[in-house]
């Protein structure tokens, strides 16, 4: 999902990539064999899509974007609005303005997969959102911002764990499963 590498954590997210999710702000050029998954959450997004493979005309949206973007144009989809709607609806229940893109990405899994396997995704034990790949020193910040709800996303995760619906990895480098429902081998 969006800015996130798989080279030098592959014993904490494995080392395949079939979706990769992103929006503009978080676009990174993708290797022929990944589908690239655009979460628009704006009007722009689809025009910069658009742009990115062809003209290059759109650079910025609140920020700037990356011009072009290397993905085979033959596995493009775009995430409907529709379905951003139901997950806000019904998952996130508008705790925070909408739903983070990983959070997005895991009920697309539960729609369209017969396993989820989550690795890398989630909370410390303070709640604060982190990247595995990365020193995030504002790993606070959506509480202040109220974009994503980290709390009410983080409960959610673990209700689907509880269920036995999804699996959920630690995201430290051991990738030691969190839920009981997984026996490491």
């Known amino acids: 999902m969006n800015k996130a590498v798989t080279s030098g954590f592959e014993s904490d997210v494995g080392r395949k990539t079939t979706h990769h999710f992103l929006y503009p702000e978080s676009a990174i050029d993708l290797p022929a064999d990944v589908h690239l998954v655009l979460v628009p959450f704006k009007t722009l997004d689809l025009q910069w899509i658009a742009s990115a493979l062809s003209t290059g005309q ?48 895991v ?32 790993a606070s910040a959506f509480r202040k911002t109220g974009v994503h709800n980290a709390d009410f996303e983080t409960k959610t995760l673990r209700k689907l764990v509880e ?23």
């Open 58 to 105: 759109i650079t910025k949206t609140y920020m700037e974007v990356k011009q072009f973007i290397k993905a085979d144009k033959d596995k493009v989809m775009v995430i409907s609005p529709a379905f951003l709607k139901y997950v806000n609806d019904k998952w996130t229940e508008h705790h925070g303005r909408y739903p983070s893109t990983g959070m997005l990405a």
């Open 163 to 185: 269920e036995g619906k999804i699996r959920q990895y630690t995201p430290e480098r051991t990738a030691r499963p969190i839920n009981k429902y997984i026996r490491k081998t």
């Open 107 to 138: 009920i697309f899994a539960l729609h369209t997969c017969d396993e989820v396997s989550v690795f890398g995704y989630g909370a410390d034990v303070n709640g604060n959102w982190h990247h595995y790949w990365e020193e995030n020193k504002y």
